[in-house]
């Protein structure tokens, strides 16, 4: 495990450190008492994957227990471990072994999102929902994100920004029809879902699409040309408060305009509640 993971790791770790039989927070619990982790930011799960981590369950057993919470209606929800709570569903057994903490709601959603880039089982759409869905906690910026995942400030704006793309588009993504580089190409390209069927038809590389997009991008940038320190202030601006943001002076530079971009309805909500604040 490289240096990046094992700084990942200490939280799950802290987590998973007691789980053995004495431990009181131990025990097994029935199968259709455990649901799903609805802050669960991986979606998308393999069947064939499944189907071999099952039959390894019906050889070996589960070996390491899940961890859950309490949940109304003397329910019990996954914070992690779903992937072997659904092969043990699939292998036939009715009791797990599992943990039981006392979580957070917003700790149980970064614990989620750790977990899935430690074992690299994200894609990168689930992986900007997931940041996405942390930044719109008041108490998490880009700075405390950064910390937690172990990943640069750089890469979740970077991640985030593919949210700005056709949602068919990122289903491409998602079915692994484009890359990372491909979408990051297609990011503020007016005509960019008919590029990115272009892209799988013709099968063109990511070299070939940055340069289908590059006279696009130049044009805007001469028509968008910006004060360098503007750009710093928007920047810094953004990674504070985890949203788009865009500064705007009047020809005297004695007045001007902030914007603040959101995605959703939600987000929108949390802005509306920072301000009035």
């Known amino acids: 495990m490289n240096l990046e993971n094992k700084k990942l790791g200490r939280g799950l770790d802290s987590l ?11 025990k097994f619990i029935n199968i259709s008492e455990i649901q799903a982790n609805q802050n669960q930011p991986r979606k998308n799960f393999k069947k064939e994957e499944l189907q071999e981590l099952a039959n390894s369950i019906k050889s070996q057993g ?40 006392n979580i957070s709601d917003e700790s149980v959603k970064e614990i989620a999102l750790i977990e899935n880039i430690q074992r690299e089982n994200l894609n990168s759409v689930e992986e900007a929902r997931a940041y996405k869905a942390i930044l719109n906690n008041k108490n ?11 990943k640069s400030k750089s890469h979740i704006s970077n991640t985030i920004r593919l949210l700005e793309l056709d949602e068919e588009i990122l289903q491409y993504i998602v079915s692994g029809k484009l890359t990372m580089g ?13 590029l990115a069927k272009e892209i799988i038809n013709k099968k063109l590389s990511v070299r070939q699409t940055e340069k289908n997009t590059s006279g696009f991008k130049k044009t805007k940038n001469k028509k968008n040309l910006k004060d360098p320190n503007i750009l710093d202030l928007e920047k810094e601006l953004s990674e504070k408060i985890g949203l788009k943001t865009s500064i705007h002076f009047n020809k005297e530079g004695s007045s001007g305009s902030l914007t603040l971009y959101y995605s959703d309805l939600d987000q929108l909500d949390s802005i509306m509640q920072r301000l009035k604040k």
């Open 16 to 26: 998973l450190s007691s789980g053995n039989k004495e431990d009181k927070n131990f």
């Open 140 to 150: 998490t910026d880009y700075e405390k994100l950064s910390q937690s995942v172990g």
């Open 62 to 101: 589960i070996l390491q227990p899940i961890v859950v919470r309490s949940v109304e209606n003397n329910q019990y929800e996954i914070i992690a471990g779903e992937r072997r709570w659904r092969g043990a569903q699939i292998a036939g057994i009715h009791e797990i072994p599992a943990l039981i903490k």
């Open 182 to 194: 491909h979408a990051r190409a297609l990011i503020g390209v007016p005509n960019a879902l008919e």
